[in-house]
């Protein structure tokens, strides 16, 4: 697992990480109290030109975006001797139905940490503050045209300052996932501790009860969903219910955006996949 080449930054860096102590849900969940505690969200945080933009961010103005708290939290991950790797996605959007076309625009760009544990792979681990203003995925109107580049707004655009310093450390970061996974693969696996397990429920939300009732219906009509496949890629791949929309609008809303689980719809939506359920047999 790399860190940085320069001796004084990743010595600091193991510095930094050895006061979580050894890899535990405890030691990752301290990692991200300090982040969220100690360090600010800004689309425009005040970086020294002469600073690696980490080493600055990390030790100095602990000021920055996504990009800054992903790779930050990669880098210490590792030096804890967990595998990490950052992500890039997008956060929010909006749905044109008339040429089924999803929208997303430079201020809903997303960065974020995987890390990856035994037995259940890579694991998200999201360590920006709440406070960064995310989209929930939104249906444009009956009569609202979807945009052309052109008519985007200035609010459209990337941070003014230049990223590429940061852009270099964080595919530098990614140039050992190859390496991560192979290495996954040839370990001998062992039984996972228990807070490992711990570990996962506290960082990853457990698979909403809508979801697992789906896959289980899904089953029953011939069509079991393959492990990572997505709920609407699924769903384009075989004869949909008529709720699926709104099953998908739903899970979209809850999982990517920002929007708060909702009982009532939920239990209409089981009632629905029970119902469809039973349609198979």
Same mark, same amino acid.
């Given at each position: 697992?790399?860190?940085? =080449?320069?001796?004084?930054?990743?010595?600091?860096?193991?510095?930094?990480?050895?006061?979580?102590?050894?890899?535990?849900? $405890?030691?990752?969940?301290?990692?991200?109290?300090?982040?969220? $505690?100690?360090?600010?969200?800004?689309?425009?945080?005040?970086?020294?030109?002469?600073?690696?933009?980490?080493?600055?961010?990390?030790?100095?103005?602990?000021?920055?975006?996504?990009?800054?708290?992903?790779?930050?939290?990669?880098?210490?991950?590792?030096?804890?001797?967990?595998?990490?790797?950052?992500?890039?996605?997008?956060?929010?959007?909006?749905?044109?139905?008339?040429?089924?076309?999803?929208?997303?625009?430079?201020?809903?760009?997303?960065?974020?940490?995987?890390?990856?544990?035994?037995?259940?792979?890579?694991?998200?681990?999201?360590?920006?503050?709440?406070?960064?203003?995310?989209?929930?995925?939104?249906?444009?109107?009956?009569?609202?045209?979807?945009?052309?580049?052109?008519?985007?707004?200035?609010?459209?655009?990337?941070?003014?300052?230049?990223?590429?310093?940061?852009?270099?450390?964080?595919?530098?970061?990614?140039?050992?996932?190859?390496?991560?996974?192979?290495?996954?693969?040839?370990?001998?696996?062992?039984?996972?501790?228990?807070? $490992?397990?711990?570990?996962?429920?506290?960082?990853?939300?457990?698979?909403?009860?809508?979801?697992?009732?789906?896959?289980?219906?899904?089953?029953?009509?011939?069509?079991?969903?393959?492990?990572?496949?997505?709920?609407?890629?699924?769903?384009?791949?075989?004869?949909?219910?008529?709720?699926?929309?709104?099953?998908?609008?739903?899970?979209?809303?809850?999982?990517?955006? =920002?929007?708060?689980?909702?009982?009532?719809?939920?239990?209409?939506?089981?009632?629905?996949?029970?119902?469809?359920?039973? $349609?198979?047999?």
């Amino acid at each position: 697992m790399e860190l940085p =080449d320069n001796p004084k930054l990743q010595g600091k860096i193991k510095t930094l990480a050895a006061t979580f102590g050894a890899p535990t849900r $405890e030691s990752l969940l301290s990692l991200r109290r300090y982040l969220h $505690e100690n360090y600010r969200y800004s689309l425009d945080p005040a970086m020294p030109s002469e600073a690696e933009p980490i080493d600055s961010f990390l030790f100095e103005t602990k000021t920055g975006y996504c990009t800054h708290f992903a790779t930050a939290t990669v880098l210490l991950a590792r030096a804890m001797g967990i595998p990490a790797r950052i992500a890039f996605g997008w956060s929010g959007g909006r749905y044109f139905s008339a040429p089924n076309l999803f929208v997303f625009r430079a201020r809903e760009a997303h960065a974020w940490a995987e890390i990856y544990l035994k037995d259940r792979g890579w694991v998200i681990f999201e360590t920006t503050p709440a406070v960064r203003e995310e989209g929930s995925p939104s249906l444009a109107g009956i009569n609202e045209i979807s945009p052309y580049p052109a008519n985007f707004g200035d609010d459209e655009v990337i941070p003014k300052q230049d990223t590429t310093p940061l852009l270099k450390a964080s595919f530098w970061i990614g140039s050992t996932l190859f390496i991560l996974l192979i290495g996954a693969l040839i370990i001998k696996r062992s039984p996972t501790p228990a807070s $490992e397990h711990n570990l996962v429920s506290e960082v990853l939300p457990n698979s909403p009860n809508y979801l697992s009732a789906f896959r289980r219906a899904s089953q029953a009509h011939g069509n079991p969903m393959p492990s990572g496949r997505t709920l609407r890629a699924h769903l384009e791949s075989i004869a949909a219910p008529d709720f699926a929309t709104d099953l998908l609008q739903y899970h979209y809303a809850v999982l990517y955006g =920002d929007q708060p689980r909702n009982r009532l719809i939920e239990k209409k939506l089981l009632h629905q996949l029970r119902k469809w359920e039973k $349609e198979a047999t």
